[in-house]
């Protein structure tokens, strides 16, 4: 079956440009989406299709998908971004996540 | 405003039918096509359970396949979920979601997520 991995944390400081990476077999083949999940929340939706960002999500949000690995930036990096971060894909009729980074800005 | 509201018996025992129904409120769900389910173990990540379409086509997680069934409901704007012979493994916190999906060029995921609604199973 089809893996995405994913660094279990990342440290980040405050203003700083924090990078999430997600790793996958001939993954720049496949779009790849990224969820933000506050503590106590449900994940939400950060960006869609590698590179577009949903309505309402700061510019501050990129990302980017090449070879075997997608990459989440953000870049000026505020608290209220610490969160668990997710990327999926699709693959075999079924969604695959990745385990999960937590972001840490300290 | 899409909301989406799970609600089922958050307790269930071994064995039993995991039974959970997803209400889609300010919208109606004939506008979307895929409609699905997500889990979460507390303290773990995300596991996707599978998704079910207005005219009954399913994708399920190949590790429950043989103990899922999903439905859709429109008259009620609704979607459920059944789970059947669980476990303290399927102890978790279950998502309802609405999936966003195209064939050309194919792309598949999740943009409404709802609260989430937790399940124990427990004698």
């Known amino acids: 079956s089809y893996e995405l991995s994913q660094p279990p944390s990342v440290s980040v400081s405050p203003g700083q440009t924090a990078s999430i990476t997600c790793s996958g077999d001939k993954l720049g083949n496949k779009y790849v989406f990224w969820y933000q999940q506050r503590p106590g929340q449900s994940p939400a939706l950060v960006m869609y299709q590698d590179n577009k960002r949903p309505s309402g999500i700061p510019q501050r949000f990129s990302g980017s998908n090449s070879g075997n690995t997608a990459t989440l930036m953000i870049t000026e990096t505020q608290v209220m971004d610490e969160a668990h971060y997710y990327c999926q894909a699709w693959d075999s009729s079924t969604v695959v996540f990745g385990g999960g980074t937590d972001l840490a800005v300290l | 405003q899409v909301h989406l509201q799970e609600s089922g018996p958050g307790l269930v025992k071994p064995s039993e039918t995991l039974s959970l129904t997803c209400t889609v409120a300010g919208y109606s769900i004939t506008t979307f096509y895929y409609w699905g389910w997500i889990r979460q173990s507390p303290g773990k990540g995300l596991e996707w359970i599978g998704s079910v379409s207005l005219s009954g086509i399913t994708y399920y997680t190949p590790s429950l396949k043989s103990r899922v069934t999903m439905s859709v409901d429109t008259s009620k704007n609704q979607f459920s979920l059944r789970l059947t012979s669980v476990t303290a493994a399927d102890t978790a916190l279950y998502y309802c979601?609405?999936?966003?999906?195209?064939?050309?060029?194919?792309?598949?995921?999740?943009?409404?997520w709802g609260r989430g609604t937790t399940v124990t199973v427990s004698s």
């Open positions: 979601v609405r999936v966003v999906s195209s064939a050309s060029p194919f792309y598949y995921y999740m943009d409404v």
